[in-house]
């Protein structure tokens, strides 16, 4: 079993930066990618950044150049960095996790997802 939380959500002002922190922990062999997804209010979750292993990055077109995903120092834990932050990006993020790992003596791939994080930006 594998539990990923996140953390570093809050209130901030149009322009202003706030970091997300995610960290997974429990039956880990290697964490493969990174992904953080948003869902705002009646809208679906979509895809706001990710990182593989080998450090490639992918950005949704709202965020590029604003937002940056990187593996931290601390084992099994990822940030993102907003910057530049905009009444849109008010959601509850969400970091999930593809995990390879032990189950019942086989390797196994799974993708874990954290409880979600608020993040509200004012104007």
């Known amino acids: 079993q594998v539990h990923v939380v996140e953390s570093g959500g809050g209130l901030v002002q149009a322009g202003g930066s706030l970091t997300l922190s995610c960290a997974a922990s429990?039956?880990?062999?290697?964490?493969?990618?990174w992904n953080w997804y948003r869902q705002a209010p009646g809208q679906e979750r979509e895809l706001v950044a990710g990182?593989?292993?080998?450090?490639?990055?992918n950005y949704s077109d709202s965020v590029k150049g604003r937002f940056t995903i990187s593996i931290a120092n601390a084992k099994n834990t990822v940030s993102l960095l907003m910057n530049t932050m905009d009444p849109e990006d008010t959601a509850v993020y969400y970091c999930?996790?593809?995990?390879?790992?032990?189950?019942?003596?086989?390797?196994?791939?799974?993708?874990?997802w954290g409880q979600g994080t608020q993040v509200t930006v004012s104007s």
């Open positions: 999930n996790a593809e995990v390879t790992g032990w189950a019942d003596h086989v390797i196994e791939r799974n993708y874990y």
């Open positions: 429990g039956n880990i062999l290697n964490i493969n990618a």
């Open positions: 990182i593989t292993s080998d450090g490639t990055t």
